[in-house]
């Protein structure tokens, strides 16, 4: 079974505190860490990981691009992020397809009940992320415990270019 998260963008920065106050003052950054976080999230549980965020924050037309190896959804401009998640959910929904939504709005999870798909609170979400950020910093501790050092010593700029290379961003 293939598992898809459809991830309510503005909806899960309102609701998680870190990203919540990093909008206050620079909304692109809290949109680039939820990013990053879901691009962790993907690389671990495998799940394909698309994130929908409204036009209302961004003037234009709809658009998609791929993020650290994440599809990202700017709706219409007279689209919401809901009614993008919605078709979306309908699409992907199949016999080979859990689709699951990531949003904390009431309303939007009831619709998604009715499309087949599961739901996933914003706390939800913001509890697994956090246990697999662990997961994953533990892990790369063993791993170093147990390699010896490389015998070329990076520069910070250089092992940034490679862990860019390794999550799939160019």
Do not use: C
Request: hydrophobic share 40%; charged share 30%.
């Amino acid at each position: 079974m293939n598992n898809v998260l459809l991830v309510d963008g503005y909806n899960i920065i309102g609701a998680w505190p870190e990203l919540n106050q990093l909008k206050s003052h620079n909304l692109a950054a809290a949109r680039d860490r939820l990013i990053e976080t879901m691009a962790e999230y993907q690389g671990y549980t495998g799940y394909r990981v698309i994130i929908v965020f409204d036009a209302q924050f961004v003037q234009g037309i709809a658009k998609k691009h791929k993020h650290y190896n994440i599809d990202v959804f700017f709706t219409k401009e007279n689209e919401t992020a809901d009614e993008r998640i919605e078709k979306l959910a309908i699409e992907l929904n199949d016999i080979k397809t859990q689709v699951i939504v990531a949003t904390s709005d009431f309303t939007e999870q009831w619709v998604i009940f009715a499309q087949g798909a599961l739901r996933k609170s914003a706390r939800e979400l913001l509890i697994e992320s956090k246990q697999i950020e662990k997961k994953i910093e533990k892990r790369v501790r063993k791993i170093q415990e147990q390699r010896p050092s490389s015998n070329i010593p990076l520069s910070e700029e250089v092992a940034e270019i490679f862990e860019k290379w390794r999550r799939g961003d160019k």
